[in-house]
C-alpha cells in the first residue's frame, strides 16, 4: 500500500458575489510511496495550492479521498485534526513561519512541548536533527539573529523533530538566496537519502530538479509527470523545463 494515496480529488468554490462555482481540482488521482521525493509544480492559479491545503489537512476536499497511512482524511474528526497534523505532517513553509521570540531551539520543540513531551526526550530528538541540519551551534539564537538559510534549516528541524510520515514542503526556496538554496535542496536530499518521505510545492525548476519525481498540475488535473531514475540534475532539469515551457503554451499530454 502506497503512503499516501489521492483518489478523484475535486474541490469546488463558490464565489462570494453571485454564487458561482470554481473548480480548483477536478480529477486528482495520485499515490506517493514511502521514502519518495516528489515535486508538485504547476502555473499560478492551476490548483496546486489548493491541493497542498487538502494534503495538509487546513482544507476539505469537495469529493475524492486522500487516504495517509490508510487513514481516511475525511474521517477524523475536527476536534483530532490538529494532532493529526502534529503526530503525522511536518511542513516547511517559504516564509519560515518561527517566532522571533523563542530561541531556535525552542522554535523546534514547539511541537513535541505541545504534544506533552518532556525535555529529555525532545533534547535526545534533536541532537542528531542538529548535527545533520549544521545548527547546533545555533540552537540558542533568535531568528532574527541568523541567516534566512540558517531559518529555513531550523524550520526544516521543526518539521523532523516529530518523525513525520511525511514532509509537506511549500516553496521552501522561495525566500532564499541561490547558495542558501543549493544548502537547502542538499539537505532535503540527505534526509531522503535517510528514508524521509517529501512532497514539495515549487515553482522552481532548479528545486525540482532534485526530486525523484516531478507532478505537473494544470488547470485542476495532473497533467503530465516525469521520473528521475538515472538521470543527473541537468538533464532532470532540463526535461522540466521543457515540460513547463509545454504547459504554458497550452501542449498536450505526452
Do not use: C, W
Amino acid at each position: 500500500m502506497s503512503l499516501l494515496e489521492v483518489k478523484s480529488l475535486k474541490k469546488v468554490y463558490k464565489t462570494r458575489f453571485g454564487g458561482q462555482s470554481v473548480e480548483a481540482l477536478k480529477n486528482v488521482t495520485f499515490t506517493v510511496e514511502e521514502g519518495e521525493y516528489v515535486a508538485i509544480m504547476g502555473e499560478s492559479g492551476s490548483g496546486k495550492t489548493t491541493l497542498l491545503n487538502i494534503l495538509a489537512a487546513l482544507d476539505k476536499a469537495t469529493s475524492g479521498v486522500v487516504l495517509l497511512d490508510g487513514m481516511d482524511f475525511s474521517k477524523i474528526k475536527e476536534s483530532n485534526v490538529a494532532a493529526f497534523r502534529r503526530d503525522n505532517l511536518g511542513f516547511v513553509f517559504q516564509e519560515f513561519n518561527l517566532l522571533d521570540t523563542f530561541t531556535l531551539e525552542d522554535n523546534i520543540y514547539l511541537p513535541l512541548v505541545l504534544a506533552g513531551k518532556d525535555y529529555k526526550e525532545m533534547s535526545a530528538k534533536l541532537a542528531p536533527i542538529a548535527e545533520t541540519l549544521g545548527i547546533k551551534d545555533l540552537l540558542k539564537k533568535y531568528p532574527y539573529e541568523v541567516s534566512g538559510g540558517q531559518k529555513q534549516r531550523a524550520a526544516v528541524a521543526r518539521a523532523l523533530i516529530t518523525d513525520p510520515r511525511i514532509i509537506l514542503a511549500d516553496e521552501p526556496t522561495g525566500a532564499l538566496d541561490s547558495r542558501s538554496t543549493d544548502e537547502l535542496l542538499r539537505l532535503f536530499a540527505e534526509v531522503n537519502r535517510q528514508g524521509q518521505t517529501i512532497l514539495m510545492v515549487t515553482h522552481s525548476a532548479r528545486a525540482a530538479s532534485r526530486a525523484g519525481r516531478v507532478l505537473f498540475i494544470r488547470d485542476g488535473e495532473v497533467f503530465h509527470q516525469l521520473y528521475r531514475g538515472d538521470m543527473t540534475d541537468d538533464l532532470f532539469y532540463q526535461k522540466i523545463a521543457d515540460t513547463l515551457t509545454l504547459l504554458a503554451q497550452g501542449g498536450d499530454r505526452e
